[in-house]
């Protein structure tokens, strides 16, 4: 059955479970593209791709710029540094700029919740939205989701538990929206003043207090970074004693009453939100995400080129053979 | 609804792969080096099917593999939902081999296009053949099989329906109105 994501990718919220597991199980054969000698097939050649990234992110960025060159597709990045203009005007010019060079995809990262919608809606151009403010990361989202759907075969039944800063985490998010479409248990762990308030109704989630609590609830730990600007904000005493309270020690998993897998988006703290010990341990599946991200942004580039918005609702019209 | 001709039923199938098999040796002068691809998806049991026909006959085991040529589609240009990707796996390394690709149906020679480019990405091999279960004509592109089960002229509003045990339950080859767009 043809898949159909229509014109962007900008949230897990909205898509529908079949249109994740569509995107994932289109994701294990390009998978094995990268695995080739010649790591490239010609599938998006003549595509432009712009990657605009108005915050820094290093391993987004290399990832899905590895995903676009893979597919054959010619990949422009825009770092765009902080600038005096308001955030609103500078997507607006900035929009404008793209579509009169002819572009094809954009791919934006952007520190403003939402800003990835207003753009989509105001360029024909097919967006993918990169981390927006705290709203959502969806390729993150679904990288975890591969990642962990490789390892158990489905999701449904699993617990996964998210720990860390929820509150300001659009990887969280995407996970929460994710996961729980895809049937696993939920729930979060962090300080309270690091969880949203009322993630029960709002979310659907577990919150567990106690990260030893956690681990023995849960399938899978998604353990978030802790931003260290949370400390000088006064959301968290000091490093060191949420690495005490909160962080994720080979003891701690020691006690855990059944096999866990470890995630977490990077990039690390080690030594506060997760110690190397289980970062680099038999239980970490840290650099499959990795992978796992090129593959998940392959396949959304894939499923998005040349879709439009009428085609949200799952294709009908055959793609017939040739 | 018209109802559908039976082209070839599964005991004339079968009778159809035994010599499609025997040609293939007779063509490549032996198993030495050969590969058998077929091509996703009913391209695939009927490559396992050839090679364990050439193995019954010749002794050893001819590798088989499986192409999934989406991604090199000439059409993926056009505005559409995307057709669902498949597994390619190649048992052995190709550079050098004698490369079978096997397809149910020739038609516009497309996807045939297609596989050519996908192997060349694998590998250089010495030779690569093509073999189909039906040749039903309307070739858009220089492209033609080497071993050819049957050989059918089909209209083109008809549809050339082949069915494989391992996926339909049965083998068979129909011959079908094609059916209408969906809306």
């Known amino acids: 059955m043809p898949l159909s994501l229509g014109k962007d990718l900008l949230d897990l919220e909205s898509l529908t479970a079949e249109q994740i597991t569509g995107i994932l199980d289109t994701a294990v054969p390009l998978k094995a593209v990268s695995e080739r000698a010649i790591k490239k097939v010609p ?280 | 609804m018209t109802a559908s001709t039976v082209i070839l039923d599964s005991r004339a199938c079968e009778r159809t792969l035994r010599r499609m098999a025997d040609e293939i040796v007779e063509r490549t002068g032996g198993t030495d080096g050969l590969v058998l691809v077929g091509i996703q998806r009913r391209g695939v049991p009927l490559a396992a099917r050839l090679a364990a026909l050439i193995d019954a006959r010749e002794g050893g085991r001819v590798p088989r593999g499986a192409l999934d040529i989406t991604l090199y589609r000439d059409d993926l240009q056009t505005i559409g939902p995307r057709p669902v990707v498949g597994t390619t796996e190649l048992p052995v390394d190709i550079d050098g081999r004698v490369v079978v690709i096997v397809d149910d149906v020739l038609y516009t020679g497309r996807t045939v296009r297609a596989a050519l480019d996908e192997l060349a990405d694998f590998g250089r091999p010495a030779r690569i053949l093509l073999a189909v279960l039906i040749d039903r004509g309307g070739q858009e592109l220089p492209i033609r099989a080497d071993v050819v089960g049957k050989t059918i002229s089909v209209l083109e509003d008809q549809l050339v329906d082949v069915k494989v045990e391992e996926l339909d339950g049965q083998d068979a080859v129909l011959l079908a109105p094609r059916r209408p767009r969906a809306a």
């Not at chain 1, 579509?99 to 403003?112: K, L, P, Q, T």
């Open chain 1, 43 to 322: 599938t998006l050649r003549g595509a432009t791709v712009v990657n605009l990234f108005f915050e820094p992110s290093t391993r987004t960025r290399i990832s899905f710029e590895f995903a676009e060159k893979r597919l054959s597709a010619d990949a422009v990045n825009v770092a765009v540094q902080g600038s005096s203009v308001s955030k609103g005007e500078t997507l607006v010019d900035t929009a404008r700029n793209l579509e009169a060079m002819r572009i094809d995809m954009v791919v934006i990262r952007h520190g403003a919740s939402g800003a990835a919608r207003f753009l989509a809606d105001r360029i024909d151009s097919n967006v993918i939205n990169a981390g927006d403010g705290t709203h959502e990361h969806p390729t993150q989202g679904l990288l975890d989701l591969l990642t962990l759907r490789e390892r158990w075969g489905t999701l449904a039944g699993k617990r996964v538990c998210i720990c860390g800063d929820v509150l300001h985490s659009r990887v969280a998010r995407s996970n929460i929206h994710g996961l729980r479409k895809l049937g696993a248990e939920v729930a979060i762990c962090g300080p309270r003043s690091l969880l949203p308030h009322g993630a029960e109704e709002v979310f659907g989630v577990t919150v567990i207090d106690r990260i030893e609590q956690a681990i023995e609830w849960a399938d899978a730990l998604n353990i978030l970074r802790l931003q260290l600007e949370r400390m000088e904000a006064g959301y968290i005493p000091s490093l060191r004693e949420y690495n005490r309270v909160f962080g994720v020690t080979r003891e701690r998993l020691a006690r855990a009453p059944r096999e866990l897998l470890i995630l977490h988006p990077g990039p690390m703290n080690r030594g506060v939100e997760i110690d190397s010990d289980v970062a680099d341990g038999p239980h970490s599946v840290i650099l499959d995400q990795v992978t796992n991200g090129v593959a998940v942004r392959m396949a959304v580039l894939y499923l998005l080129r040349g879709g439009r918005p009428d085609q949200a609702a799952a294709a009908g019209a055959a793609a017939g053979d040739p």
